[in-house]
């Protein structure tokens, strides 16, 4: 098992539509989650980080938390077509006695218009 | 500007051939991280510097070194010793530890020809 897992995609939705990409992690104690957005060619940006259980929103993203069940998930509301890009989750766990941020391998989302 | 810059941008290498990719921050960041992206994955770590003049391997440190004699810089070099060098590099920094949000310079994408 990966240590920070996603379906690679391509995830495809309508323009206006919600997207909502997935990530598990196999460090239970892990205490920080981070989305990453990446374009084609170009570095990961930040989108969003959370760290409690629950929803986080800001603007159209919505960051979902379950620690229990070892998940967090994204939700972009109203996609768009700029919204086309890989997206990374990171999760800050303990791998060989230090702990570090561990990326999945991303989501591709295709927004259509 | 407040930031992180990496070059060169594009860089070629020939075989047996050391080259130094360069990575500075004016972000006052304590941590500087670098990382290996390759094709449809995530990014594994390569090394890591919580603090000037002090450097820890990643998860696949073998064919590259690093130095932190600045807090603003952290080259790293990748040696004729590492075998399948060709990918994109990505320096990022965080405020101090490991927990806290990383932020990725533009990258260098390395071939070797």
């Known amino acids: 098992q990966k240590e920070v897992e996603q379906n690679s995609g391509p995830l495809s939705v309508p323009e206006g539509a919600i997207a909502s990409l997935n990530c598990t992690y196999s460090d239970r104690g892990s205490q920080s989650f981070f989305w990453y957005r990446q374009y084609s060619g170009k570095s990961p940006e930040l989108i969003m980080f959370?760290?409690?259980?629950g929803d986080k929103e800001d603007g159209r993203f919505t960051a979902q938390l379950n620690k229990a069940s070892q998940y967090v998930s994204l939700l972009i509301r109203d996609s768009q077509p700029s919204d086309s890009a890989t997206y990374l989750c990171a999760v800050n766990m303990i791998l060989m006695g230090r702990r570090a941020l561990t990326f999945g391998s991303g989501t591709r989302l295709q927004v259509q218009p | 500007d407040g930031g992180i810059t990496q070059s060169p941008k594009y860089l070629f290498r020939k075989e047996g051939q050391n080259v130094t990719l360069s990575c500075e921050q004016n972000?006052?960041?304590?941590?500087m991280y670098w990382y290996r992206q390759d094709p449809g994955q995530g990014l594994r770590l390569i090394y890591y510097s919580q603090i000037v003049n002090d450097f820890q391997k990643g998860d696949i440190a073998e064919g590259y070194s690093v130095s932190r004699e600045k807090k603003e810089s952290f080259p790293l070099t990748v040696t004729s010793a590492q075998k399948n060098p060709t990918a994109f590099y990505l320096c990022a920094s965080s405020m101090s530890g490991s927990t806290d949000t990383q932020y990725f310079g533009p990258g260098t994408r390395l071939t070797v020809l």
């Open positions: 972000l006052n960041h304590d941590a």
């Open positions: 959370i760290y409690s259980n």
